[in-house]
């Protein structure tokens, strides 16, 4: 891997699971961290955490809920005030919701906290991530999605992991179409595996996943997003999509161009920057 000396890494869902190893990890190899969370407690436990493995140095964190997309904005003008540059920004947050669930913004509870809330948080970022990097934490459950980008608010209900292989194509489709129409960002997404972490706490899933012998500990689930922030970007396809440190395909519909066209203007008209 590259040197991560110096450079202004920010991580959301750094709480807890594959953002806080993955936090953990680039301290250690020189990066300024910046943490990013939805519960006080645990991000705080998480700061302290981290700035260990930093060897003390300074570990800003700030509360954010992404199933309110004005967390997303007052987090914004936090950090353009606090950084003209920001080198990496992993968008790492997100998770499974159980039922259908309408955010009070008026969209599906899935959609916004994995896709629409980091797509807004990169789109306000622009500017200070010229030069640097996007990196979307996407899943192989992106094969079981249906993604329809002019139903974002969720009006044709389909079931929990449908919903979120959906919210995963988004994920890997955003990616692609960043590095298209951002050039001077290198954007990519990968799929961490199956992970022993907090994913799924409302459904059971931590259970099955401490119990299952395949379940991957944070730290590896958050080796390739370490490896693409830190390897030099001409090893890296800007847009690819990668499984354990390998370039891969995702399936056919989540690679077309024309989708990821149709969700990035889609999702520009519902976080009101169209």
Aim: charge should be positive; proline fraction near 4%.
């Amino acid at each position: 891997m590259g040197d991560l000396t110096g450079r202004t890494v920010v991580i959301t869902g750094a709480s807890s699971g594959i953002g806080l190893a993955a936090a953990i990890d680039m301290a250690r190899r020189g990066a300024n961290t910046v943490l990013v969370g939805r519960n006080p407690d645990r991000l705080e436990a998480a700061a302290a955490t981290v700035r260990e493995a930093a060897g003390g140095r300074t570990v800003p964190a700030y509360r954010s809920d992404f199933a309110h997309l004005d967390d997303v904005h007052v987090l914004v003008d936090h950090l353009r005030q606090r950084y003209e540059r920001i080198d990496v920004l992993a968008n790492n947050a997100g998770g499974v919701v159980r039922g259908h669930q309408v955010t009070s913004d008026g969209f599906d509870a899935t959609l916004q906290t994995n896709h629409l809330a980091a797509f807004l948080l990169s789109n306000l970022l622009r500017e200070q991530l010229r030069g640097g990097r996007i990196i979307s934490t996407a899943s192989g459950a992106h094969a079981m999605g249906a993604l329809d980008p002019s139903d974002l608010r969720g009006t044709h209900r389909h079931g929990l992991w449908r919903q979120y292989g959906s919210a995963k194509q988004a994920n890997i489709l955003f990616a692609a179409e960043a590095a298209r129409r951002w050039p001077d960002i290198m954007s990519a997404s990968y799929h961490p595996g199956f992970v022993r972490s907090r994913f799924g706490s409302t459904i059971g899933i931590p259970w099955m996943a401490r119990l299952a012998p395949f379940a991957r500990t944070p730290e590896r689930g958050a080796d390739t997003l370490v490896w693409l922030a830190a390897t030099p970007p001409v090893q890296l396809t800007s847009g690819g999509y990668y499984v354990d440190r390998k370039l891969s395909r995702p399936n056919r519909e989540t690679s077309s161009p024309t989708l990821a066209a149709r969700l990035w203007d889609e999702s520009l008209a519902a976080v009101g920057l169209a």
